[in-house]
């Protein structure tokens, strides 16, 4: 199945150090680049929805640093952060991803977005440094967690256009 063409995530693991989400938006890529990069928006959307964003900083520029920080509804909070390496509005992201548990174990992540018809296909890869990195971060509930977060940046969209 195009990935394109549906609202579906695909997940997918292009090596043994990555894992890559691919699912598409029906909206421009200058859209959706902006909810992906403008702490505004990514605050509603990024997470589950059981938890609630208590930090949401974004320095838009390379070397610049986004930190995230999700709380539970027992107040347990999770923190995740990075520095972004490239820059290129509105097509591509390139950052490191640092979950707080494992500073030790940053993944790079490359975000394409790609537009066709006005509907943009986002393609998220993310390379860890070592397999073991990538199946314990794949293993931890990224589909599931990425499934609900994209449905709601999915329902974020349609409330900016």
């Not at 018809?117 to 967690?145: I, K, P, W, Y």
Request: charged share 25%; glycine share 6%.
């Amino acid at each position: 199945m195009d990935a394109r063409n549906n609202s579906k995530l695909v997940i997918t693991l292009p090596s043994d150090k990555e894992f890559r989400l691919t699912r598409s938006f029906d909206a421009p890529r200058k859209l959706v680049f902006e909810a992906w990069t403008n702490p505004e928006h990514v605050r509603r959307w990024w997470g589950c929805d059981l938890m609630t964003m208590s930090v949401c900083e974004i320095d838009l520029r390379v070397g610049g640093a986004w930190r995230y920080v999700l709380r539970m509804p027992s107040g347990e909070e999770h923190g995740f952060g990075g520095v972004y390496r490239e820059i290129e509005p509105p097509a591509r992201l390139v950052y490191t991803f640092i979950y707080d548990p494992y500073p030790d174990t940053a993944a790079l992540n490359t975000v394409l977005f790609e537009e066709r018809d006005g509907r943009t296909t986002v393609t998220e890869t993310v390379l860890h440094q070592t397999t073991e990195a990538r199946d314990a971060h794949f293993q931890s509930g990224v589909e599931a967690g990425a499934h609900e977060t994209l449905k709601r940046l999915e329902a974020l969209l349609r409330t900016m256009q």
